[in-house]
């Protein structure tokens, strides 16, 4: 199995439109800094390649990675679908700018594949350019492509659901439910949030592919025991960083992101895996985006790692 890092930032990316933060400056001065959105590529056989996340960098990502460019006929790319983590928009909305395609599939989980057809209408919108051939994303593993050896499997890690498809605001939700929802609190009416796994039946390798981790279920941990590589949520630093950025008053986790360090955070969680982890989906405020920090020296003292844009993993 071949991987590609297509990217390793949070929504907004590195550097953010909007923002003048430290991590945002420094990527603006040093070009080297910059992170695109998170998304991996997997290679499903020879010529078929999946992207697990659709970024609003889709299109700059696959021009970066020859191995995804079109030919040799006009109008053949290796690009035959997407797998979704989950539905948030710095994950899905490159599906749209795939629509000068004929037909794309894209594999997701129920709420995921709902929320985008009747909450983001992306069906509706996208049927006049491009057929979406919706399969669905579950915990029993199936091949990738028909006769791959690579085989898919999600497990599902958390019920947040994207802000566009947050509970009805009306009548129908009472008042308990809408602070619960404003505190960040998810209650579970299925997988919004799943891990991907990827393991090659030929070689035995596996990956796990976890950019947004909100909990840290007992399925989690034994597929974290048979992985060889894991890229993990590295959205935020510590718990308070949200808050003390001054972007929102809710913390880590009540963004749906275990933080990194403290006596909970996840660094010290996978340090005992024998898999080789590495962190993605970092948030411009997060110290890591600053290759001095000295917080990339923690993470090596524990046998971790940022992952890098380009960076190409056989397994
Ligand atoms: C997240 O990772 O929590 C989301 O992408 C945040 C958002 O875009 O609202
Ligand atoms: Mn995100
Ligand atoms: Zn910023």
Redesign the pocket.
């Known amino acids: 199995m071949l991987l590609h890092v297509l990217g390793t930032a ?2 907004g990316g590195v550097p953010q439109w909007n923002c003048a933060c430290p991590g945002c400056s420094g990527a603006r001065a040093h070009p080297d800094r910059r992170r695109r ?2 998304s991996l590529a997997v290679r499903a056989d020879d010529d078929r390649w999946y992207l697990i996340n659709a970024t609003p960098d889709i299109a700059d990502q696959m021009e970066s990675t020859p191995a995804l460019h079109p030919g040799p006929a006009a109008r053949r790319t290796p690009v035959a679908g997407i797998a979704l983590t ?1 539905a ?4 899905t909305l490159g599906i749209a700018r795939l629509r000068e395609a004929d037909r794309i599939e894209v594999l997701a989980t129920g709420p995921v594949r709902a929320a985008l057809r009747d909450r983001a209408h992306l069906d509706d919108v996208l049927t006049p350019y491009i057929r979406l051939e919706w399969r669905e994303l579950g915990s029993a593993p199936v091949p990738l492509s028909e006769g791959s050896d690579v085989e898919i499997s999600a497990i599902p890690l958390s019920a947040k659901r994207p802000r566009y498809a947050a509970r009805d605001t009306g009548c129908d939700q009472n008042r308990a439910e809408r602070r619960a929802d404003h505190r960040g609190e998810h209650r579970d009416d299925g997988p919004w949030v799943v891990a991907i796994r990827l393991h090659d039946r030929r070689t035995q390798g596996t990956v796990l592919y976890a ?2 981790l909100a909990t840290w279920p007992e399925p989690f941990e034994t597929a974290l025991a048979g992985a060889d590589v894991v890229l993990l949520d590295g ?1 935020f630093w510590d718990d308070d960083e949200p808050r003390r950025s001054g972007f929102s008053t809710r913390t880590a986790h009540g963004m749906g ?1 275990l933080p990194i360090d403290g006596p909970n955070g996840t660094a010290v969680r996978l340090a005992p895996f024998a898999a080789r982890c590495l962190y993605t ?1 970092l948030n411009n405020t997060n110290p890591l985006v600053d290759p001095a920090a000295p917080q990339h020296e923690q993470l090596a003292e524990l046998g971790l790692a940022v992952a890098a844009e380009g960076m190409e993993i056989e397994l």
């Not at 948030?88 to 994950?91: Q, S």
């Open positions: 949070a929504g959105h998170a989950d948030e928009l710095d994950h950019p947004a959205t992101h989906h």
